[in-house]
């Protein structure tokens, strides 16, 4: 269930499909997350979708709304939000503090 998670962040998932699709309950499923992760299903596909987005941030010129939209968050305040939580930084400030400390 971890690698579909990472093989589909993108797309809507909700855990009553994906624990459909390895024949559990979504309960089943926030347990076996809790237990190999230590985060229910929602907080870890943010926290797969953060990390795909920090990549996104610092190799390719996209805006953060674009970013956003390709990780699978609705909105860009989405993103803000979540981003916060994770890197304890909106995502405009982690482009430039983290592009300030690659070698020139």
Known sequence: ???Y???HYSEDLHPQEVGERFHMSPRELNRILLYQVEMSFSDFLSFVR???ASELLLES???ILEIALEVGFHSEKTLSRHFLRFRAMTPG????TVALQEPQ
Do not use: A, H
């Not at 400030?93 to 430039?96: M, V």
């Open 1 to 3: 269930s971890l690698s």
């Open 5 to 7: 998670i990472y093989r």
């Open 93 to 96: 400030k982690f482009r430039k």
């Open 50 to 52: 953060v990390n795909r």
């Open 61 to 63: 010129d996209k805006t």
